[in-house]
């Protein structure tokens, strides 16, 4: 995840099992999409009159390349009132790991049918201690990258010089890549520039 995992609680205290629950749970979801950006999820339990008894409430939100936003909300019913809050959480994490099973093979079915969509570039400069990297595109385009970003892990892989495809995203600092894939082996390198050790554009170094 590119975003560090939040977890927030409302009318009920934190404890370390329903806290270990939700981040494998959370962890999990990176099996099915390995390029999230972040994933919020809040667990409460609102004030409601004794008859209704106590029921939790659980949403989870989930933002995925390139703009995209997931919800899930559960909460024990009428019916269910005792239901316990591990049973509440793992039945939204449930859904929510459909709802973006079902994204991420429209996202690939598209990018199957639209191959004009992705863009070819090289990659042209790559930070791999601090996890990111810049591709040229055909028309001398600088576009960021993360090592989240590129798909089944290759990220090791890049050289400068590598081909890639990617999908392009607007990010807060600009133009960036949401997924990159390579096209082509690592070792097709691009001619080398002068400097060699190049830093960072402003306002990108972390």
């Not at 709802?99 to 639209?114: C, M, P, S, Y």
């Not at 001398?140 to 798909?151: A, D, G, K, P, T």
């Not at 990220?155 to 133009?175: N, Y």
Request: with cysteine.
């Amino acid at each position: 995840m590119q975003v560090p995992l939040e977890i927030s609680y409302k009318g009920i205290p934190k404890t370390d099992e329903i806290e270990t629950l939700i981040r494998n749970l959370a962890a999990s979801l990176e099996d099915v999409c390995d390029y999230l950006i972040s994933c919020r999820v809040t667990v409460e339990k609102p004030h409601v009159h004794q008859d209704r008894g106590n029921p939790y409430r659980v949403r989870i939100l989930v933002r995925i390349p390139p703009s995209h936003e997931l919800v899930v909300k559960r909460e024990s019913t009428k019916g269910d009132l005792h239901q316990d809050l591990s049973t509440v959480i793992t039945d939204a994490f449930d859904a929510m790991t459909r709802q973006l099973r079902e994204e991420v093979e429209i996202q690939h079915d598209n990018v199957k049918a639209h191959p004009e969509q992705e863009v070819q570039a090289l990659v042209y400069r790559i930070f791999k201690d601090k996890g990111y990297g810049f591709l040229k595109t055909l028309d001398e385009r600088e576009i960021y990258f993360h090592q989240n970003s590129v798909l089944h892990d290759d990220f090791d892989r890049l050289e400068v010089g590598t081909g890639v495809r990617f999908s392009e995203a607007q990010g807060e600092k600009g133009p960036q890549a949401s997924t990159v894939a390579i096209v082509d082996k690592p070792g097709a390198r691009a001619a080398k520039t002068r400097d060699e050790h190049i830093k960072p554009p402003l306002g990108w170094e972390q």
